[in-house]
């Protein structure tokens, strides 16, 4: 029989032997109080946690689950490739298939992709490789991006970083941190400026494709585009970090939605592994080349392309289809337009901000551009929404500095109950 158990004992027992009872800060409820919940497993639009409760879930492992939790056809390519072996490290035709397939997704602005284990290692290796090719050492990155937590990126990140509020981390030298640039989102002339500082000091720009870590802020129409234009003007790659955004706001990320320019490297994670541990890099040729074992620029993985990942990811990507991003944008579309409403009904000063299907509630009166204006909101008022919404057995992202992650198997039923939750956690956040 299983032990009863409740998720205050899990947490107290996780904090005697793991750093905040977390193995990642966004899990811990720093931001919104109470016990993370402990989850035991998870299938379709809901989570269950160790007292046997359900959830309607909008967190989605962050993000990579874009069919829904336990999709049967991705477990069973998981089982299927687990019953001929965990890992070989050495190659597997998998590898090339999901290579091929996200090669041909991106229609061209891709030739090669190189697979890693995690989002940090995807952006670390651009970076490198950015550099190697270069020569140069800067990087310029936006407040409020998150890219992962090599010790360069760490710099006003958003994500779990943001919702500490830590202006960067300990344990980074200052000299690699004077190797960040950190400008305002938004803000083409501050991307000048840089660039004039430091002539021919800037390997590149990475920038999140639309930000979603300091809760959604869209990028400005041609941002991006531009962003590539002043890189491209002066010598320096465009790293476009779509780990978040790609293959969850459409086949072709959010690149796919504002196309039109040529970033030099794309970075991907999350659905790409289907809920496995996998991400990637990937580019022109002649920009990949420069990665070992052809090009000077190291990068390695004992685990990389491992075959359960691979399969996952493969699984997953066949899966995306037209209907499943029909049905995200739907789920989204109900879910911004009602939590909207609920909000106004109590006269909660708030914008919902949008980018693709990813969204998330600000609480301010005008939307935000930027991580000052983002930081400028009502905060206090996420906390008793989100447990009001906990209480009703909705499980959203445990910070107002997390996009909602909406799933191609929120059915129906799972969005009236997200919808019938709404009016009461409208009414905890207007009382505070
Ligand atoms: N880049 C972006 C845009 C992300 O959202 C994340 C993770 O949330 C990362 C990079 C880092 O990915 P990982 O957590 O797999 O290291």
Redesign the pocket.
């Given at each position: 029989m299983t032990p009863v158990t409740t998720n205050e004992a899990e947490f107290d027992r996780a904090r005697a032997v793991i750093p905040g009872g977390v193995n990642?800060p966004v899990r811990a409820y720093r931001s919104v109080g109470g016990a993370p919940r402990f989850l035991t497993s998870a299938r379709g639009s809901r989570v269950t946690d160790v007292e046997g409760r359900e959830y309607v879930d909008l967190v989605a492992s962050?993000?990579p689950a874009i069919l829904g939790h336990a999709h049967p056809e991705v477990v069973a390519a998981v089982q299927d490739a687990a019953s001929r072996g965990l890992s070989f490290g050495a190659s597997t035709p998998a590898e090339t298939e999901l290579a091929e397939l996200v090669v041909a997704r991106l229609g061209g602005a891709i030739e090669e992709l190189r697979l890693v284990s995690?989002?940090?290692?995807?952006?670390m290796t651009a970076i490198r490789l950015a550099r190697g090719i270069t020569g140069r050492p800067l990087v310029v990155k936006f407040a409020g991006?998150?890219?992962?937590?090599s010790d360069g990126l760490l710099a006003e990140a958003g994500?779990g970083v943001a919702t500490l509020a830590l202006p960067a981390s300990a344990g980074v030298p200052a000299p690699i941190a004077a190797q960040t640039l950190v400008l305002p989102y938004n803000d083409l002339g501050a991307v000048r400026q840089a660039f004039e500082a430091h002539p021919g000091e800037i390997a590149a720009i990475i920038a999140?494709a639309a930000a979603?870590?300091m809760g959604v802020v869209a990028p400005d129409a041609g941002y991006n585009a531009t962003l590539a234009e002043i890189a491209h003007e002066h010598g320096a790659l465009l790293i476009l970090?779509?780990?978040?955004?790609g293959f969850r706001v459409g086949p072709q990320g959010y690149w796919g939605l504002d196309q039109g320019y040529a970033p030099d490297l794309f970075?991907f994670?999350?659905v790409i592994g289907g809920g496995m541990p996998l991400?990637a890099l990937g580019g022109r040729r002649e920009v990949m080349e420069h990665l070992a074992p052809v090009g000077p620029v190291y990068q390695a993985g004992t685990l990389s392309g491992n075959p359960l990942s691979v399969a996952a990811g493969l699984a997953t990507l066949r899966l995306a289809d037209g209907a499943v991003y029909d049905r995200l944008y739907h789920v989204s579309a109900i879910l911004q337009r009602e939590v909207s409403a609920a909000l106004a009904r109590e006269g909660v000063a708030h914008r919902v901000q949008v980018a693709g299907n990813l969204f998330s509630v600000l609480f301010a009166d005008s939307p935000a551009r930027n991580y000052a204006e983002v930081q400028a909101q009502d905060a206090k008022r996420y906390a008793p929404f989100f447990q009001s919404m906990l209480a009703q057995g909705i499980l959203l992202p445990p910070s107002v500095f997390e996009a909602w992650f909406v799933m191609a198997a929120h059915d129906d039923e799972a969005i009236a109950q997200i919808v019938d939750a709404l009016p009461a956690a409208a009414r905890a956040a207007a009382r505070i």
């Open positions: 990642s962050w993000g995690t989002g940090t290692e995807a952006t991006h998150y890219h992962g937590h994500s999140e979603a870590n970090d779509e780990v978040l955004t970075t994670g999350k991400a």
